[in-house]
């Protein structure tokens, strides 16, 4: 049976395991992220939810609240979201963008946002079929 709740720091090892299959290419960096981890699990402003079966964690999902004048009050920001990829398409992700949504209303956000790689397609399907549409690109540079 499938529960979503809040994350705690002992699931940070299986997190990381799961960020492993969203950022493939990516190195990381585990003690670095064990500290941005704690942190937020300590902060008003983040919520990491994780979506556990009987035996270990399947999803996870992390959400920020931030101050934005565009729309004039809170915005919600998805920073991530990953279904391990044995449990894809069954409805975890639906889930986990549920309880994020309803999150991003109980702190009063009037918008709820989020980015995606270009190669992402699947993705991009998957957000547009549950209300989100593409407003802008992204634009980073690393400091």
């Not at 997190?15 to 960096?29: A, G, N, T």
């Not at 008003?44 to 934005?68: H, I, M």
């Not at 999150?103 to 399907?125: G, N, Q, V, W």
Request: a positive charge; charged letters at 30%.
């Amino acid at each position: 049976m499938l529960q979503i709740r809040r994350c705690c720091s002992g699931d940070f090892d299986q997190v990381i395991y799961l960020l492993r299959q969203l950022w493939p290419d990516k190195p990381l960096d585990p003690a670095q992220l064990r500290a941005v981890f704690r942190r937020a699990l300590a902060s008003d402003s983040k919520v990491y939810l994780c979506a556990t079966d009987a035996r270990r964690l399947v999803g996870f999902g992390s959400f920020t609240v931030k101050d934005n004048l565009w729309p004039e009050g809170h915005l919600g920001y998805i920073d991530e979201l990953v279904v391990d990829t044995e449990y894809r398409t069954k409805g975890i992700g639906t889930q986990l963008l549920r309880r994020l949504t309803a999150t991003a209303r109980e702190k009063r956000c009037c918008r709820i946002e989020l980015d995606s790689a270009f190669s992402r397609k699947l993705s991009h399907s998957f957000y547009k079929r549950r209300g989100f549409n593409s407003r802008a690109y992204v634009f980073s540079k690393i400091l």
